[in-house]
């Protein structure tokens, strides 16, 4: 996923609709899933460190896993 801005749509699926908010992973915003037709939470990870990612795949498969965690942990969440 590349950074988005309002409006974009992301992988023919998501448009972000307005950024939630922030911090040192990434970004969160309030986006459309235009096949479900629902609003959805989607964070948008920008690692802490790009370059070490780059020199050590270990470490991005680490964070890989961590943000996919997060997000099968989130999916289980009912919120009204």
């Known amino acids: 996923m590349t950074a988005g801005s309002e409006g974009s749509v992301i992988d023919e699926r ?3 609709l307005e950024r939630l908010g922030g911090g ?5 915003w309030r986006a459309r899933d ?5 609003d959805v939470a989607l964070k948008e990870v920008r690692p802490p460190d790009p370059e070490l990612l780059r020199l ?19 999916a289980r969440i009912s919120h009204p």
């Open 24 to 28: 040192g992973m990434g970004l969160v």
């Open 34 to 38: 235009i096949v479900l037709h629902r």
């Open 56 to 74: 050590r795949p270990d470490a991005a498969e680490m964070l890989r896993k961590r943000v996919l965690r997060e997000a099968v942990s989130l």
């Open 14 to 16: 998501f448009e972000l």
